[in-house]
C-alpha cells in the first residue's frame, strides 16, 4: 500500500511557476515509478509527466513539454513538478500517482487526493 499526498497548488498569474510536490509513504519509494496527471472541470484526467523509479528516465505530454520538469529524491520520498511558464490553461486539478511512468491513468495503482492549481490570465 502507498499513500500520497500532494502539496505547492494555488493561484499564480499566467508566466508564473509552481512547484507541486507528492509525499509518499508506505512500499518502498524508491521502487516505484511515479506519475502526474491533471482533471480541468469537465474534461478527462489527462497525462501530464512520469519518472522512472532511479529518475533516470522522464517523460511529459507535449503540452508541457519545456516548460513542467519532473523529479524525485528517493531519500525524502517525494517526487516534484516544476512548473515554469504557466498558462490558463494549466488550470486543473493536478493528482500524484504511483506505479507506472505510462500516460493511461489505469496503469496506476495509486494516487493522491489532488491540489489545486489556478493560473490567472
Known amino acids: 500500500q502507498v499513500q500520497l499526498v500532494e502539496s505547492g497548488g494555488g493561484l499564480v498569474q499566467a508566466g508564473g511557476s509552481l512547484r507541486l510536490s507528492c509525499a509518499a509513504s508506505?512500499?518502498?519509494?524508491?521502487?516505484?515509478?511515479m506519475g502526474w496527471f491533471r482533471q480541468a472541470p469537465g474534461k478527462e484526467r489527462e497525462f501530464v509527466t512520469a519518472?522512472?523509479?532511479?529518475?533516470?528516465?522522464?517523460y511529459y505530454a507535449d503540452s508541457v513539454k519545456g516548460r513542467f520538469t519532473i523529479s524525485r529524491d528517493n531519500a525524502k520520498n517525494t517526487v516534484y513538478v516544476q512548473m515554469n511558464s504557466l498558462k490558463p490553461e494549466d488550470t486543473a486539478v493536478y493528482y500524484c500517482?504511483?506505479?507506472?511512468?505510462?500516460?493511461?491513468?489505469?496503469?496506476?495503482?495509486?494516487w493522491g487526493q489532488g491540489t489545486q492549481v489556478t493560473v490567472s490570465s
Open positions: 500517482a504511483a506505479g507506472s511512468v505510462s500516460n493511461a491513468p489505469v496503469r496506476y495503482d495509486y
Open positions: 519518472i522512472s523509479w532511479s529518475g533516470g528516465r522522464t
Open positions: 508506505g512500499r518502498t519509494f524508491s521502487s516505484i515509478p
